[in-house]
């Protein structure tokens, strides 16, 4: 089945999201924005947190998560505990949530409508999981040009 792919590639890529907030020499360089970039580090964390803990802890799962998209691109300086905090929850939601999964399920209709179409639920959590890729390379790329590479070079020391 599937998500015997699909969770260890979630479980190594939210432990990387978990590294790379935890790489910013400075909490404050979290939530700064460059010229050219609109969201931040920490911004795009509380995204990519609260778009899976919404479609596969609340949608797949039946979690109490309730979701404010809006607050993921508004909120700023949340304390990097807390990030790391809801890094560590969506991991085990999704885990959880994907390990409950039958064949059936991946192969049903995803429960509400995304992607403009509908979509079967499978399909769907492989574009969750690419989702998560593109923007945690955009938070590496983010703590590195307002981090610096000397900043960087300096905290591994």
Not at 14 to 30: A, C, M, N, R, T
Not at 51 to 67: E, F, M
Not at 121 to 127: A, D, M, N, P, S
Request: net charge negative.
């Amino acid at each position: 089945m599937v998500t015997k792919y699909l969770i260890p590639l979630f479980q190594k890529d939210l432990d990387k999201l978990k590294e790379e907030i935890s790489l910013y020499p400075k909490d404050e360089q979290l939530w700064q924005i460059k010229e050219g970039i609109s969201n931040s580090g920490g911004n795009l964390c509380l995204h990519v947190t609260g778009n899976l803990q919404h479609y596969i802890g609340a949608v797949l799962g039946n979690t109490d998560y309730v979701r404010n998209r809006d607050a993921e691109f508004r909120l700023k300086n949340v304390p990097r505990s807390k990030l790391l905090e809801d890094i560590a929850i969506t991991r085990d939601v999704v885990t959880d949530t994907l390990e409950q999964l039958s064949k059936h399920d991946l192969q049903s209709d995803y429960l509400i409508p995304v992607l403009d179409e509908k979509t079967n639920t499978g399909y769907f959590l492989i574009y969750l999981l690419s989702h998560l890729n593109y923007h945690l390379g955009q938070i590496n790329y983010h703590r590195r040009l307002v981090a610096g590479i000397q900043e960087i070079d300096e905290a591994k020391h």
